[in-house]
């Protein structure tokens, strides 16, 4: 038991915060959001559950649940969910866009710097270091879920089914989470507790903050409650800052330039990609790289790498992913600016939907929080998620430590495989000892990546990379 779970249960419910007091604790929360979606969140319970108990733990984990569902970036959804809950529209969009903008600036500047100086031998050698560690990054982010999800057989066979049909048989993601979540809907169904929610309300013994301790308590707040009129109105206005710009540009400059396949790209991805920011990656890994030839599997590496080791959504690699494209496909534009209008534009059609989706969902959410068969749904998709994040830890697998990688066919099976005389000794020396030191030797996210740059420039300086 926490020592902040342990002063819960003997405080006070907590008074009624202002949006002005919320705004500085979103904007802290957004300034230590590092180490991918699990550190995020790992973060916001920390500070929302424990420490100000503005939210429970059941509450906190049926809203979790509810973004695992949604497509794309789970962290950000949840921070804009918690928002909406305490100040109604407004809180949702001070929550999510503080949570994603010191990620939009620092990503940035990096792009920058990469475009600029990535080929400069030294800057070459600390990416290089630095994606060496996102490996065990990921893997940690796989133990992670999995501890929290992986809790009964029927989770765990459930995890391994997901990545054998995203793995082996391209199974698309949505098709992987609707199934996942009508086996635990069915299960509860016909009585099974093989995918039920943990917990309950715990009191001081459980060391879990329960809900009626907290300043949301248990009730349904008067905005939570669906006014038809008020979600079409809330429909028109999202829909129409997400796609009326994506309109325009594929009416104006035609459906092959950049910025409009940029747009529709990122706009397609932001409905098609369940799962959370991990499986968001798969997906344009596997788009952006073979697809469009917007960037190289390794530059894929270094963009998540740069999303590792600054604070805000791990999903914002996408806009190194759209500066890119940009920059490499700039037409009459200089390759700089059209590169800052590109990243910028996949940022914007990917974040808008997020707020699209909590504000016409939530409402329904949360008035289904005691429906056991909705928990075991939400369970079900969290478990097949795992399946989902071990794929992507794979897939960097790949392209880290082997060179060059050949696709082979056995049957309905299509995966791929390295080409074994292609294997990096350096990039598997770092990786390796980046899984150490975080599983290891406890050592945190940060400290790691910036251990393997460090190490990645050293080898640099003594002639052994490139």
Known sequence: MTAAALDAAASPRPEQVSLGQAFWVWLRIAMLSFGGPAGQIAVMHRILVDEKRWIGEQRFLHALNYCMLLPGPEAQQLATYIGWLMHRRRGGIVAGVLFILPGVISIMALSWVYVLYGRVGIVSALFFGLKAAVLAVVLQAVVRIGSRALKTGAARALAVAAFVLIFFLAVPFPLIVL???????????????????????????????????????????????????????????????????????????????????????????????????????????????????????????????????????????????????????????????????????????????????????????????????????????????????????????LHTIFRATAGLAAGPLRFDAPVLGSLDPWALALSAGAVIAIFLLRAGVITTLFATSAAGVALHLFGLVG
């Open 179 to 397: 199934g996942a979540g009508l086996i635990g809907w069915a299960a509860s169904r016909l009585g099974s507790a093989a995918f039920a929610g943990g917990g309950g309300h715990g009191g001081a013994g459980s060391g879990i903050v329960a809900d009626a301790d907290t300043l949301l308590g248990e009730e349904l707040p008067a905005h939570a409650r669906p006014r038809w009129r008020e979600m079409l109105g809330t429909a028109t206005v999202w829909l129409a800052l997400w796609l009326v710009p994506v309109a325009a540009l594929v009416i104006v400059l035609g459906p092959e330039n950049v910025f409009s396949r940029i747009a529709t790209f990122f706009s397609t991805m932001a409905v098609v990609t369940f799962g959370g920011a991990y499986a968001v990656l798969a997906y344009v890994a596997q788009q952006a790289v073979e697809n469009y030839g917007w960037l190289q599997p390794r530059e894929m590496l270094d963009g998540l790498g740069m999303a590792e080791t600054t604070p805000g959504p791990l999903i914002m690699v996408l806009q190194f992913v759209g500066f890119l494209g940009a920059y490499r496909h700039a037409g009459g534009l200089d390759p700089l600016l059209a590169a800052t209008l590109g990243g910028l534009l996949a940022t914007w059609v990917t974040f808008t939907p997020c707020f699209l989706w909590i504000f016409l969902g939530a409402p329904f959410i949360e008035r289904l929080r005691g429906n056991a068969a909705v928990t075991s749904a939400l369970s079900a998709v969290t478990a097949a998620v795992v399946g989902v994040v071990l794929n992507l830890a794979i897939w960097f697998a």
